[in-house]
Structure formats: structure tokens, C-alpha cells
């Protein structure tokens, strides 16, 4: 693992480009050009070798125990980033928009049922996981590039729960109580299981052969 220090500060550091991302979303209208615009922000994370919770979860069974404490600094140091980006904003002449666009998306997220969340995390987590292992182990530069944006665009579009894109927008809209805390529990521990789908199945089908 890397000094502590620069770890946390990559995990901060792709907090703030989650929230960067979730800051042109909710600044455009447009749905589909929001969410092509919002992958711009994983983009940079896998480009820059960043610390994302989702980016790094599916990986646990390929490391060592320890693995958990850089999982735990990274939720850390990405709700560190994602927090300060929505604190940041409220200084600023676009923070009345976003604010109220980030209100009736949290709303629909904590109207929702428990088990909802947790399915919508699950299949965040499976496109996730894709999405950085595809730009991991794309055979060309376009099939790296297409997976992260395919991937997200299509989590945006179908309404899945990403963890760390939740903790943004639950700060813009100024919504972080213990009812929230406690859906992204659900939401991290969803994107987790999803993360786990490919990775196992692999494991699965190598014994089978």
C-alpha cells in the first residue's frame, strides 16, 4: 500500500472528481448529455490512477487482508472529497440551482425502500466494476475509453445507487442526517456485492473447465 497520506489524498481527490461529475449533472437538463458529461469524472479518476471505492472493491479477493483498511481510507477520503465540493459550491452563483435539483433527487432516493436501494446498488456496482476493469484490461485505447463511459451512462440512465455519487449530491442538498448515513450503508455494501458478481463468476467458470 502506499504511504497513507498520498493514499488518502487520491481517494479525496477522486471524492472531488465524483462531485465535479455529479455538479455538471445536475447542471444541465438534459438526462443523457448529463450522464455523458458526469463520466467524464470516473474517466479521470481510472486515467490519473485515483482511489474510488467502486473502482477498487471488486478487487478484494485478488489482495491481501490488509486490502480492507485501503477500502475503508478510500469510503474515507472519498466522502472527505465529495463533501467539500458541496460545501464548497454553496459560495458560489450556481449552488441555488444545483441545491434544489439535488433536494428532489435525494428525496426519490429516501422515499425509496430499503431493499430497492440495495438492488439498484448491486447492479451500480456489477457496471462499476466493468467499467474500470474494462479500461484496466481493454485491448485498445477505444474499448478502455468505451467502458468507463458506456458503462456509467447506462447506471445514470437505468437509476442505480452509486455510493460515492450519493454522498454528493446528499451534501449539496444539504440532506446528510442518520436516515441518509444509513442508506449509504446499504448503497456501499450494494455496490460491493455487485462488484463481487464477475470476479466470482470467474473463479466459478476456471473449476468448471
Excluded at 11 to 33: E, P, Q, R, Y
Excluded at 68 to 92: A, C, D, Q
Excluded at 162 to 167: E, G, K, L, P, V
Aim: aromatic content about 14%.
Amino acid at each position: 500500500m502506499e504511504n497513507k497520506y498520498i493514499y488518502l489524498t487520491k481517494a479525496i481527490l477522486a471524492g472531488i472528481m465524483i462531485g465535479i461529475g455529479g455538479t455538471i449533472f445536475l447542471s444541465v437538463d438534459n438526462k443523457i448529455i448529463g450522464s455523458c458529461l458526469f463520466a467524464i469524472g470516473l474517466f479521470i479518476i481510472v486515467t490519473r490512477n485515483l482511489n474510488l471505492y467502486t473502482g477498487k472493491i471488486g478487487y478484494l479477493f485478488d489482495n491481501k487482508p490488509s486490502y480492507i483498511i485501503e477500502i475503508l481510507m478510500t469510503i474515507l477520503g472519498n466522502f472527505i472529497g465529495t463533501f467539500l465540493v458541496g460545501y464548497i459550491l454553496k459560495f458560489t452563483r450556481i449552488y441555488e440551482l444545483i441545491h434544489y435539483k439535488a433536494i428532489d433527487l435525494c428525496l426519490i432516493k429516501l422515499d425509496d425502500n430499503v431493499i430497492s436501494i440495495f438492488i439498484l446498488s448491486i447492479f451500480c456496482g456489477m457496471l462499476m466494476y466493468l467499467a474500470v476493469d474494462g479500461y484496466k484490461n481493454g485491448k485498445d485505447t477505444f474499448t478502455k475509453h468505451a467502458s468507463v463511459f458506456i458503462c456509467v451512462i447506462v447506471f445514470i440512465l437505468c437509476g442505480f445507487e452509486h455510493s460515492i455519487a450519493n454522498m454528493y449530491y446528499l451534501s449539496v442538498a444539504d440532506m446528510i442526517n442518520i436516515k441518509s448515513l444509513i442508506y449509504l450503508l446499504i448503497m456501499i455494501l450494494g455496490n460491493a456485492i455487485g462488484s463481487f458478481i464477475f470476479p466470482i463468476s470467474s473463479i466459478i467458470i476456471k473449476k468448471l473447465k
